[in-house]
């Protein structure tokens, strides 16, 4: 049984680990919310609502940066992707 200094370093670690696991999963719920609300902005004259999703995808990706795993980053990614892409074709408002 391991006691002292090095039971608590493996604590720090495991601990650190499953912060990190939880990165992903917070992104991804980001990225949903992001998700929906630029869905919803692609109605005609709701495209404002790309103003909102684009700033919530760049915190989910920079959240799944720090994840070891990357489906929430991706989500994100696509997610400014499409809303930047919706964004240039209405101009930018509409």
């Known amino acids: 049984m391991i006691t002292g200094q090095y039971a608590m370093v493996i604590d720090i670690c495991n601990t650190l680990y499953h912060i990190v696991a939880m990165m ?3 992104s991804a719920l980001v990225g949903i919310v992001a ?33 070891s795993q990357t489906s929430g980053r991706n989500l ?6 499409f809303g930047s892409a919706r964004l240039f074709l209405g101009g930018g408002l509409l």
């Not at 902005?41 to 103003?51: S, V």
């Not at 994100?76 to 992707?81: M, Y």
């Open 24 to 26: 992903n999963i917070i």
């Open 35 to 67: 998700f929906l609300i630029g869905l919803v902005g692609l109605i005609p004259f709701l495209g404002w609502l790309n103003w909102i999703a684009l700033p919530l995808a760049i915190i989910g990706a920079g959240i799944g940066t720090l994840s």
């Open 76 to 81: 994100n990614a696509l997610v400014l992707l």
